[in-house]
């Protein structure tokens, strides 16, 4: 094993940075990379790539939305980071095929047997944020104009 190896390998399990280190882990195999894959996938217009990281991607929402209310709990086991690491890691790994594997048996069923119902759960959501958007339209071009205002005053500043 080379040195760069076993330096990745001795922080991921270290005791002391272990949280720190997975979790940043966790965040650049989780997103970090997918994203850059999902790009590459996009411009060059390889659609089976393109299916490959948007089951990925429905995979990881579904996830990390189940993660948001768990995180709390689950966070308290021990190497609860580094099993979410491996994984992440397992989700998309091409001999594996995770997101593929979860996508097909699970999500996929799921999503058709409820898709009539989660359509109009979507329409009205939608309604309602078109009528949030409508009735806060000044406030919202406010903030939008602030934003432009701060930012163009950002890119003025010169630094010492």
């Excluded at 190896?5 to 949280?19: C, D, K, T, Y």
């Amino acid at each position: 094993m080379d040195l760069t190896s076993e330096v990745g390998l001795r922080l991921l399990f270290s005791p002391i940075s272990s949280n720190i280190v997975v979790r940043t882990a966790c965040c650049s195999v989780g997103t970090i990379l997918p994203v850059y894959s999902t790009f590459k996938a996009v411009e060059n217009k390889d659609q089976n790539e393109q299916q490959k990281w948007l089951i990925y991607w429905t995979v990881y929402g579904s996830f990390s939305v189940a993660e948001v209310f768990a995180d709390k709990i689950l966070s308290w086991f021990p190497l609860y980071y580094h099993a979410k690491f491996a994984f992440l890691v397992w989700l998309q790994l091409p001999s594996a095929n995770g997101a593929n594997h979860l996508y097909m048996r699970n999500f996929r069923p799921f999503l058709l047997r409820h898709q009539a119902r989660l359509d109009q759960i979507l329409e009205i959501i939608y309604n309602e944020m078109s009528k949030i958007i409508s009735a806060h339209r000044a406030e919202i071009q406010f903030a939008r104009a602030l934003f432009v205002k701060l930012m163009a005053s950002g890119t003025d500043l010169d630094c010492y």
